[in-house]
């Protein structure tokens, strides 16, 4: 079983930026497909990008265009990079990770799709 954990989560003004980490303590190599979710207060975790092996990604409409997610297999790590942060940013961020296939464009922001999660971090936008 591999272990993800999530780091990097700060308080950012408003406008600012943030990069985030999640460390696999396994092989990576393993996962066809990661994401990054997050919580809101009181809302739904939603998914909000995911990433194939081969470096193809796809977003969220809320965060297109302002994060991008990346992936560095050799050193088992997966990126969240945050630009133009606004308080509806803020939340828990998970980073999650299944299977070998490529992320399905139907089933890559169900939570159940997952098998492996973090326990994530928390990023915080004031304005």
């Known amino acids: 079983q591999v272990q993800l954990v999530e780091s990097g989560g700060d308080s950012v003004q408003a406008g600012g930026s943030l990069t985030l980490s999640c460390a696999a303590s396994?092989?990576?190599?393993?996962?066809?497909?990661m994401s990054w979710f997050r919580q809101g207060p009181g809302k739904e975790r939603e998914g909000i990008g995911a990433i194939n092996r081969d470096g193809t990604a796809r977003y969220a409409d809320s965060v297109k265009g302002r994060f991008f997610i990346s992936r560095d297999i050799a050193a088992n790590t997966l990126y969240l990079q945050m630009n133009s942060l606004q308080p509806e940013d803020t939340a828990v961020y998970y980073c999650?990770?299944?299977?070998?296939?490529?992320?399905?464009?139907?089933?890559?922001?169900?939570?159940?799709?997952?098998?492996?999660w973090g326990r994530g971090t928390q990023v915080t936008v004031d304005s």
């Open positions: 999650a990770g299944r299977g070998w296939m490529p992320c399905s464009a139907d089933d890559w922001t169900t939570r159940t799709y997952y098998a492996n």
């Open positions: 396994g092989n990576t190599r393993s996962f066809g497909c």
